[in-house]
C-alpha cells in the first residue's frame, strides 16, 4: 500500500505491507482487480495499491494488518502510537470492525518486538480490533532455513559470511497449530482468530471454465476479433512493407 497514493512514484512514497484475503466470490472479483490496478496504475518497483482503490474493492475481503513492515508496526517502531492507531481505525473504516485484525508475530530474536506486541495489544483493547496469530512462511521445515539463507544471499549477491545482508533469523518454516498455541500461550484468542478466518474464506471456483474478468467492447464485438484488430493496427506501425508478410504470418 503506497502511503502518498499508487501515482506517486518518489522515493519517500513509503510502502507498508497489507494481507487481503477472499471470503467470497465477490472478494475474489475484488482481489484480482486490486492485482490489476497495483501492477497497471501503481507500478514502481513493486506493485502498489492505496486507499483509494481499496475504497472500491473492499467488499469480500478480510484484511490483516501486516508483519514487521506493516504501517501500524512501522509507526510503533517509529515511536508514532497516535499513527498506529489513526490507521487502524483508518483500516477498520474502509473493511469495517470485524474484517480487520491487527497481525501479531512471534519474533523474540528481533531486538524491538516486544514494543511491537504491547502496543499491539494495547491498540486491540482500544479499537476492538481482534488480534490474530500469524508466522511468515518461506520453507516447509526449519531444516531448510540453510538453504533459505543461501537462496537469499544469491538472490542480493552477497555470501554468507558478510554481515550487511538481508537476513531472516527465526523461524520462518511452516509450524504446527501445537507451536502456535505454545508461543501464544497468553494470548489464545490470537490463535483462535486464526481458525475463525479460515472458516469465513469461501470462495467457490469452477475450475475448467475461464475467470478472466469480463472487457466491455465496442459495437458488441467479440474480444478475439477486437484483439485482432488491435494486433493489425500495430503491425502497420511496428514493420515495415517488406516485413509484414512475415509478421502477419506469425500473428
Given amino acids: 500500500v503506497a502511503s502518498m497514493g ?102 523474540p530474536e528481533v531486538s524491538n518486538y516486544h514494543v511491537i506486541r504491547e502496543n499491539i495489544l494495547k491498540l486491540s483493547e482500544e479499537t476492538g480490533a481482534p488480534i490474530v496469530a500469524t508466522n511468515s512462511c518461506r520453507y516447509p521445515t526449519q531444516d531448510d532455513a540453510v538453504a533459505h539463507d543461501a ?20 523461524n520462518f518454516s511452516f509450524v504446527s497449530p501445537e507451536y502456535m498455541k505454545e508461543v501464544f500461550r497468553d494470548i489464545p484468542e490470537a490463535v483462535e482468530n486464526s481458525l475463525r478466518i479460515a472458516e469465513q474464506c469461501n470462495v467457490e471456483l469452477v475450475f475448467g471454465e475461464s475467470h478472466l474478468p469480463h472487457f466491455p467492447t465496442p459495437s458488441g464485438k467479440e474480444p478475439d476479433e477486437v484483439l485482432r484488430a488491435l494486433c493489425e493496427e500495430g503491425l502497420e506501425k511496428k514493420y515495415p512493407p517488406e516485413q509484414m508478410q512475415v509478421a502477419r504470418g506469425r500473428l
Fill in 151 to 170: 537462496f537469499i544471499c544469491i538472490g542480493s549477491q552477497k555470501i554468507v559470511d558478510q554481515e550487511d545482508r538481508i537476513r531472516y533469523d527465526g
Fill in 6 to 107: 499508487r501515482a506517486d512514484k518518489s522515493p519517500e512514497n513509503k510502502r507498508y505491507r497489507l494481507v487481503l484475503l477472499a471470503k467470497n466470490n465477490e472478494g475474489y472479483q475484488n482481489l484480482m482487480k486490486l492485482s490489476s490496478i497495483g501492477h497497471l496504475e501503481g507500478f514502481y518497483y513493486k506493485p502498489r495499491i492505496d486507499d483509494e482503490v481499496l475504497a472500491v474493492h473492499a467488499n469480500g475481503l478480510i484484511a490483516l494488518s501486516g508483519d514487521m513492515w506493516g504501517e501500524v508496526q512501522a509507526k510503533i517502531l517509529n515511536n508514532d502510537y497516535v499513527g498506529a492507531k489513526a490507521a487502524v481505525l483508518r483500516y477498520q473504516g474502509l473493511f469495517g470492525k470485524d474484517a480487520f485484525y491487527l497481525e501479531l508475530q512471534h519474533r
